[in-house]
């Protein structure tokens, strides 16, 4: 998140560097999945419709799998913030099936999106929340209040562990002020429930949420460069502890003829971990696409050309960096993979067929 730490921030931060160097075995512990464990279908089609992201163009044409959204009408225009959600259909026998994945931040924007977009949230057959941080869950509940009439009554939300507790972040005092731990707040879970709208599914292992998609489970460590942040914080008891994001979920499909698409959502636990970990968990070496959030925004520059290294050697057809990927590894991932990449931005739709 940060590029650079004034010494007293570094001094600050540093023990919480070393602890995740310290949690080395519960890093590389993760989820321990067998290769080829999961036998994840085929999908004939998927459609990956970006809701909200932190960019857009109006003026950005079409290109490669990425259909984009124009706004032409005075006063009506795409929103975009530091935030995330798509809208999801896969196809699988003919038949379309439909999730939203992650709920954005801006209520009004997210929701005026839908709207442009004519998407159609009584077709959502799950719901899923990568982890418990405000630019991914804000809008959950107002979502789910606004279109109460519209999403069916005991549609399973997906979550992943500690999706509900609380977290922070520490920053610098030379960058906000004032500095130090900020709270970045949490999910209530009781007036979820007291909604009476969802059924709450906790997920460790890989699991189907639709058929077609899959979520990865909890994520195992392999690099030894994609160790967190040492700014990000979650309270546990009365504690605040350095936030690992084991829970965090990502998506796979396998598209019939192409390969798996990963979906990941910020890949605090490493989107080289996050791509490692879906071929190990379906057997499926052949990477059609990677789209999402990198969490790779004020990483060193080590770390950012390591990932960009190790995603071109798994050599995806796609590569499409976003939210939370940052400016220079987005124009990293240009520079080295320029036939694979795509810029992605609010309102585009990815259209990938068999």
């Not at 999908?43 to 259909?67: F, G, P, Q």
Request: neutral net charge.
């Amino acid at each position: 998140m940060l590029k650079e730490m004034n010494r007293r921030e570094f001094l600050k931060t540093s023990a919480a560097t070393g602890a995740v160097l310290m949690a080395g075995d519960v890093l590389k512990g993760g989820a321990t999945v067998a290769y080829g464990s999961v036998k994840i279908p085929e999908v004939e089609k998927l459609v990956i419709t970006v809701i909200t992201d932190n960019y857009y163009d109006t003026l950005r044409w079409h290109e490669k799998i990425a259909r984009r959204s124009a706004s032409v009408v005075p006063g009506v225009t795409i929103h975009s913030e530091h935030g995330l959600t798509y809208y999801i259909e896969s196809v699988m026998n003919g038949k379309t099936n439909t999730l939203m994945f992650d709920f954005g931040w801006d209520f009004n924007g997210v929701t005026r999106n839908i709207e442009l977009l004519n998407l159609d949230l009584g077709r959502l057959d799950a719901l899923v929340l990568s982890h418990g941080h405000l630019d991914h869950f804000g809008n959950l509940i107002q979502i789910l209040k606004y279109n109460r009439a519209k999403i069916h009554k005991g549609i399973p939300l997906y979550v992943g562990e500690e999706a509900y507790a609380r977290r922070y972040v520490n920053l610098p005092v030379d960058r906000y002020d004032p500095g130090g731990f900020h709270d970045l707040g949490q999910l209530n879970k009781d007036e979820i429930d007291s909604l009476g709208i969802v059924k709450m599914i906790e997920v460790k292992d890989p699991t189907p949420v639709v058929p077609g998609a899959y979520l990865t489970g909890n994520i195992e460590r392999v690099t030894e460069y994609e160790k967190g942040s040492p700014i990000l914080f979650i309270k546990r008891g009365d504690k605040r502890e350095l936030d690992l994001f084991m829970g965090e979920q990502s998506l796979v499909f396998n598209v019939k003829g192409k390969g798996l698409v990963v979906a990941s959502a910020c890949a605090h636990s490493g989107i080289v971990n996050t791509v490692k970990h879906a071929q190990k968990m379906t057997g499926i070496d052949k990477v059609h696409a990677v789209i999402g959030g990198f969490h790779l925004i004020g990483a060193p520059m080590p770390k950012i050309q390591k990932t960009i290294a190790d995603i071109k050697a798994i050599n995806p057809d796609y590569i499409i960096p976003g939210h939370c990927a940052g400016w220079e590894a987005i124009t990293g991932f240009e520079r080295e993979m320029p036939k694979q990449f795509v810029l992605n931005m609010a309102g585009t739709r990815y259209v990938i067929t068999a």
